[in-house]
């Protein structure tokens, strides 16, 4: 079974519920018609969802680095452990497939009544017969095809899953870093406004300001308390999906870096195809199709098979026992060939020849979607790209803004407290639309990078042990 443990991109492309009615005469439900979830687990317990993980804890004060939390996320998440089992599955079943080389031996013991026997009839034997398939027409050959193909399947399907859980667990640390970002920005706006509070009321106090500019910066203070408080409870909740991702009881603090290639990973212009999981299982899935076709053409040839047979007789009362040995043996060569099914084998065929040409489509349609998500979040990341530009123009412009109509309101007293409190939240605006978008920017990324089958590549997953299996490029 070790031999599929090795997973190459190479060797995959290859191969009425408020209204009851009651009718009396109904019979009375039997219990499988019953469903309790007390009964389905009876006083068994279920398994602890943390009892396998080996990430621990990520202490207080430590950061988290994405590439690090995707590698804490695909040491452990039960959804790659849950297809890596069904990978071992399949490849235990070539070895399934391949029994059908070898011969088969049987025994039993014989304690029947025959009028061929003498003294009543009745004499014990002991029976071992042997059959050795010779030859099939393609028959075991195929089955062992069909067997590969579903464990090339798999492997591109663990591969696909560590994928889907690096690119789950990277977005979650995006958006930690994003609202980690509005967070800091926000607790700046707030102490920003404070200080402007405690000027007005040190000018209101001297006679030099009016009480309503006291209240209104009052209320702009109250305003971003409750940003700062909603950008804070939605930090708390992507740190807690963060760390149900990696598999620990809380993350404090991510990094602000990212992967270097992260920001290119959107340029490519034409995507590898063999790189992209999804393809690779519609490939193997059609090799499956292809040999099924192939057994369902064989199931109409002959088999021949060599099949010898010893009868060893526990008493002197069979048929012959005065001329014949007790140890009997026969050997014969036998052609076995299906002449009439009722049309099944026929009815078999067609449908595995649609099955190959629905599997064939299914190549063509997984490449089209690849290169549909690609194309999509190339535009938007392209968009974003130049909105970024222009928030970073509008920050500027809004701080000069801001040194003007702070000297005119202070110095010359020719520019209104609402002027100057607007300009200071435009600037703020500007910062929190800029980490959104920076944060929308890097998802969009990393949707590049899941489309053309790189995360494996960017975040040093391949040539490495992930949950038994080794992941090569």
């Known amino acids: 079974m070790k031999k599929f443990c090795l997973i190459t991109l190479s060797h995959l492309v290859v191969r009425g519920v408020l209204g009851i009615s009651i009718i009396t005469s109904v019979p009375a439900l039997a219990d499988e018609s019953i469903i309790s979830a007390q009964q389905m687990i009876g006083e068994e317990n279920l398994p602890d ?6 990430n621990g804890s990520v202490h207080n004060g430590q950061s988290l680095d994405m590439s ?21 599955e399949q490849s235990a079943n070539v070895d399934v497939a391949k029994a ?7 025994a039993g013991v014989n304690n029947g009544y ?22 099939d027409f393609g028959k075991v050959s ?54 402007i509070g405690n000027l007005i009321r040190q000018r209101n106090t001297e006679g030099a300001s009016p009480l309503s500019d006291v209240v209104q910066t009052d209320t702009r203070i109250e305003g971003a308390q409750a940003t700062l408080m909603q950008y804070q409870a939605s930090l708390q909740r992507w740190q807690a999906t963060l760390a149900t991702y990696i598999g620990v009881q809380g993350v404090n603090r991510v990094t602000q870096d990212v992967p270097e290639t992260l920001t290119r990973a959107c340029a490519v212009q034409h995507p590898d195809y063999k790189l992209i999981p999804s393809v690779l299982a519609a490939w193997a899935g059609a090799n499956q199709a292809q040999a099924n076709v192939d057994n369902a053409n064989a199931q109409m040839m002959p088999t021949i098979s060599l099949e010898p047979e010893v009868t060893h007789y526990l008493n002197d009362h069979y048929s012959g026992s005065s001329e014949l040995d007790k140890t009997q043996y026969t050997a014969s060569i036998r052609m076995q060939m299906p002449l009439y099914q009722g049309g099944g084998l026929s009815a078999s065929r067609d449908a595995a020849e649609q099955a190959l040409s629905a599997a064939n489509a299914a190549i063509k349609a997984a490449q089209l979607e690849a290169y549909q998500k690609l194309a999509t979040s190339q535009d938007e990341a392209t968009n974003l790209g130049q909105t970024l530009v222009i928030q970073q123009r509008q920050q500027a412009l809004g701080e000069k803004t801001l040194g003007l109509y702070q000297d005119q ?20 605006q500007a910062k929190f639309s800029q980490a959104q978008t920076l944060a929308q920017l890097n998802s969009l990324q990393l949707d590049c990078l899941f489309s053309t089958g790189m995360m494996r590549s960017v975040f040093r997953l391949d040539n490495r042990r992930i949950q038994g299996v080794d992941i090569r490029p």
């Open 49 to 54: 969802l943390y009892s396998v993980t080996p």
């Open 68 to 88: 690090d939390a995707v590698a804490m996320a695909v040491n452990w998440h039960p959804t790659i452990t849950q297809a890596v089992g069904k990978l071992f």
């Open 100 to 106: 059908k080389y070898y011969p088969k031996v049987n």
């Open 114 to 135: 025959s009028n061929t026997y003498t003294n009543k009839g009745y004499s014990p034997s002991i029976d071992i017969s042997l059959s050795q398939m010779l030859y």
């Open 142 to 195: 195929s089955s062992v095809r069909a067997a590969n193909a579903a464990v090339a399947q798999q492997q591109a399907e663990v591969m696909l899953t560590i994928d889907q859980v690096a690119h789950d667990t990277a977005s979650a640390v995006v958006q930690v870093q994003g609202y980690q970002q509005l967070v800091t920005m926000a607790t700046q706006q707030l102490d920003s406004l404070k200080q």
């Open 409 to 428: 309101y202070l110095q010359l007293g020719t520019r209104p407290l609402l002027d100057l409190l607007n300009v200071d939240q435009e600037i703020f």
